[in-house]
Nanobody, 123 residues
C-alpha cells in the first residue's frame, strides 16, 4: 500500500524557517516523483516544487524561488521541503503527493496524497 506522511508544520514568525518532511512507503523515490502542493481555504491546490530522483527538481511557483528548496533522501524514502524567509502569504496546508516517474504541476496527475500539514506564518 502506497502511503505518504507529512510532518514538520507549525507556527513560525515571518522571516523564520521550517523544514517539512514527506516519508513515503510502499514505493521508492526511483519509481515516483514527489510534488509539494499547498492550499488555503477556498482556493485550489497550488503546485510549489517537485522532486524526481531521475529528472531532478522543478519549481512551479515563482514566489518561492530563492526561499524554498526540495531534496530527497532515497535511503530513507523521504523528501524534504526546506522553507526559509517565510512570509504570511505562505500560510497554508502543505501536501506531498506522488506521481509515477516524472514531475508535473498538474494536481490531477498525482495519484497518491498525504494528509497535509499546517504551516502558519504569523507574528
Amino acid at each position: 500500500q502506497l502511503q505518504l506522511v507529512e510532518s514538520g508544520g507549525g507556527l513560525v514568525q515571518p522571516g523564520g524557517s521550517l523544514r517539512l518532511s514527506c516519508v513515503v512507503s510502499g514505493f521508492t523515490l526511483d519509481e515516483y516523483a514527489i510534488g509539494w502542493f499547498r492550499q488555503v481555504p477556498g482556493k485550489e491546490h497550488e503546485a510549489i516544487l517537485c522532486f524526481s530522483s531521475l529528472y531532478g527538481s522543478s519549481y512551479y511557483t515563482d514566489s518561492v524561488k530563492g526561499r524554498f528548496t526540495i531534496s530527497g533522501d532515497n535511503a530513507k524514502n523521504t523528501v524534504h521541503l526546506q522553507m526559509n524567509s517565510l512570509k504570511p502569504e505562505d500560510t497554508a496546508v502543505y501536501y506531498c503527493a506522488a506521481e509515477r516517474l516524472s514531475c508535473s504541476h498538474n494536481y490531477n496527475a498525482y495519484a497518491y496524497w498525504g494528509q497535509g500539514t499546517q504551516v502558519t506564518v504569523s507574528s
